[in-house]
């Protein structure tokens, strides 16, 4: 066409958790610029992707864990915290994908403490898979501990889902205010007990993650709103 002027469209915009909630808490470990790390990678401070200014921390260089190539590596004595950032009990939907196969019985790579277990993820002694969660779907077993695993679990008030590589393992009503309990206390991500001036990790967790989010609200149609995706 004579004097025609041909634009090339514009890659449409990556797709975060934002889109889901503008008041969704996200950590990309395939963003290094939302890390604090020294020159072997150990990372101090891991910024949300959102820009919310919540903050996962660890000022102990014996306790940081290491970053490379797009995800966070975690030895057992290796954490980060940072305080809840959800009210106890609210509806919230986590996500999180995690690399490595860990053992043994209690090893945590996400939970809330605060002297008494909130939700968690753990390995049974059978090495398998737990969420300990709202009332009515504690102890959830989830199969056998695998190499590269992505986990969606929403809570909400009556009901509870749980999705597992693409797989809707638990979907189940329940009683109870149900949502995120979290014992007011902190969000550790690699160990089990938080992290004080008085002491390290309790039972902690090898494995590396690559993403994690927290979102305030239940989102039971989360495999087909891009969510599951992200995590990959």
Do not use: C, K
């Amino acid at each position: 066409m004579i004097g025609a002027t041909v634009f090339s469209g514009a890659s449409a915009p990556a797709w975060t958790p934002d889109l889901l909630h503008p008041g969704a808490i996200w950590f990309d470990a395939r963003l290094p610029d939302t890390m604090t790390m020294d020159a072997q990678g150990r990372v101090s401070h891991w910024r949300d992707g959102g820009g919310l200014g919540h903050v996962l921390r660890q000022d102990n260089p014996a306790h940081q864990p290491v970053w490379s190539a797009g995800q966070l590596s975690f030895t057992p004595d290796q954490h980060l915290f940072a305080p809840s950032p959800l009210p106890d009990g609210a509806p919230a939907t986590l996500a999180l994908r995690l690399r490595g196969a860990p053992g043994g019985a209690w090893d945590n790579p996400v939970s809330w403490w605060n002297g008494a277990p909130g939700t968690a993820l753990s390995i049974g002694p059978d090495l398998t898979w737990r969420w300990y969660a709202a009332p009515g779907i504690n102890a959830w077993g989830d199969g056998a501990v695998t190499v590269d695993t992505r986990f969606i679990l929403s809570l909400g008030a009556n009901r509870a889902q749980l999705i597992r590589n693409g797989q809707v393992r638990q979907d189940n009503a329940h009683a109870g205010p149900g949502g995120l309990i979290t014992n007011g206390g902190q969000m550790v991500l690699g160990a089990r007990g938080a992290a004080d001036s008085a002491g390290g990790p309790v039972e902690g967790w090898g494995g590396a993650v690559t993403a994690f989010a927290l979102i305030p609200q239940s989102h039971f149609d989360a495999l087909n709103n891009g969510l599951y995706d992200w995590l990959a």
